[in-house]
Nanobody, 127 residues
């Protein structure tokens, strides 16, 4: 069993930065690819970015490429989402997820059950 706890959300002005963290329990963290999703009010949950278990591969949604960076520290069982040049349209609840398959993140749809989800952290970007 893996538990995921996100932190770091908050209110930021457009153009600003935030770093989200997701701490994972358990001793098998490196076996899981980790990723971030977000859900804005009235919209479906969408993929943001992901990183493989070793950290050697990453994947991003087009809407965040060049602005967001996913990284992980396997010694700390933590994955990060560095968000720069934030826009009001980045406002959403951000969720951390874990899955043994890295490939599922970028092609994820609501019908696909990820191995584990966090409960989310709210990011609000003011204009």
């Amino acid at each position: 069993q893996v538990q995921l706890v996100e932190s770091g959300g908050g209110l930021v002005q457009a153009g600003g930065s935030l770093r989200l963290s997701c701490a994972a329990s358990g001793r098998t963290f490196i076996l899981y690819a980790m990723g971030w999703f977000r859900q804005a009010p009235g919209k479906e949950r969408e993929f943001v970015g992901a990183i493989s278990g070793s950290g050697g591969s990453t994947s991003y949604a087009e809407s965040v490429k060049g602005r967001f960076t996913v990284s992980r520290d396997n010694a700390k069982n933590t994955v990060y989402l560095q968000m720069n040049s934030l826009k009001p349209e980045d406002t959403a609840v951000y969720y951390c997820a874990a899955d043994r398959l890295f490939s599922v993140f970028a092609s994820w749809g609501p019908e696909r059950a990820m191995d584990y989800w966090g409960k989310g952290t709210l990011v609000t970007v003011s204009s």
